[in-house]
């Protein structure tokens, strides 16, 4: 379900279909995750990402569709500045 949905959330424009299966993937994996916290796989799912794809539907409605969109530079920010302020506090 969550690979679904983010095959989904990629798509370059959305249509009310189109949201309605990408809202319908994210209810299943909210349905179905539990299975891991069961099995013992993971403690909780408190993870940024998965908060943060809750609001990927009312975002699309709102602001269009997410091209191009990922996460990667800031986390690459968060580690360059993490390190600065290592190197600075270790000295």
């Known amino acids: 379900a969550v690979l679904d949905f983010f095959y989904l959330s990629q798509y ?8 309605n299966c990408l809202q319908d993937a994210l209810d299943r994996f ?6 891991f ?11 940024p990402k998965l908060h943060m794809i809750e609001h990927y539907v009312e975002s699309i409605m ?10 990667e530079l800031p986390e690459r920010l968060h580690i360059d500045f993490s390190k600065v302020g290592y190197r600075a506090s270790s000295q």
């Open 37 to 47: 916290v069961h099995s013992k796989i993971r403690d909780h799912f408190q993870i």
């Open 12 to 19: 370059p424009s959305h249509m009310t279909t189109t949201l």
């Open 30 to 35: 909210h349905h179905y995750k539990e299975a």
């Open 62 to 71: 709102s602001w269009g569709t997410a091209n191009g969109f990922n996460t």
